[in-house]
């Protein structure tokens, strides 16, 4: 089968950092859906794993974290699929990844896309759609329906895959949404994806959240840079607030006051800690998308694919790649056909 794989960890630039390959076509185990892949979108997860680093691998890496194609045989332990199904999922980080024309998939970690959607624009979804969900409504203490009634949820980072995914669930559950976002383009996104205010996160937010008139929030999920943002999030969360983060941070984080005097919950979310560590609850992630694709079937989610690469290639990738790095995408950007 073709694949797009790296054996060296190179800077985007190197035309070996990325490379098509022919490796053999993967044999489904008992649980595992075997995809034929058709479309793939691209992560933060994909440029930080590939980055330059000292590391050989013996055998072709295939990177890739989302994807959208059809069943082409099943495991003889899986249940509600079948070959020839539409389907859609964010995969397994300690497997090979999508960036192949054939990929193994744990069936309870993927959902029939939705049928509204073409392949790509379904790629573009389920990764930041589990981010999001799993972080405000499992890691955070917040009701999917009505959890957000009269609270505010300020978002950094609302103009990226998962703030454009977050800002629409935040505004189902009822939050007054603050996004933030420093360019006139993604301001324009995040007004489209509900939020009922845009800030600038290159400046302070203090002043700009107490000219809105709110000086204190109740909520806050940290997209873009932990550290930078931890000091002032403490002083700004209510007593009792939450934070959720999703970024390393790179020093040591002070979580005693006044975060500990205002007992503020601190959440960290990876959607790949189900599949890693093989929780007996890795199945809610199938049944997450299952709830995504039916509310992007009837309207209530807007779907976030940007743009699309034809066909998925080593030199379309590579670019993908260099465009994420870069800072200045928004929504997803999507690879489709072979």
Known sequence: ?????????????????????????????????????????????????????????????VLGYDAAGVVEAVGDAVEGFRPGDRVYYAGDVTRPGSNAEFQLVDARLAAIMPSSMDFAQAAAIPLVAITAWELLFQRMPFDSAQGGEGKTLLIIGGAGGVGSIAIQLARLAGFTVIATASRTETVAWCRAMGAHHVINHREALTPQLTALGLPQIDAAINLADTDRYWNELGELLAPQGHVGLIVEPTGALKIGDPYKAKCIGIHWELMFARSRFRTADMAEQGRILARVAALLDNGTLKGIQRENLAPISAANLREAHRRLESGRTIGKLTLAGW
């Open 1 to 61: 089968m073709k694949a797009i794989a790296l054996t060296h960890y190179l800077p985007i630039e190197d035309p070996s950092s990325l490379l098509d390959v022919e490796l053999p076509d993967p044999m489904p185990g008992e649980h595992d859906l075997k995809v034929r892949v058709e479309a793939v979108s691209v992560n933060p997860v994909d440029t930080k794993i590939r980055s330059p680093k000292a590391q050989v691998e013996a055998q072709p890496k």
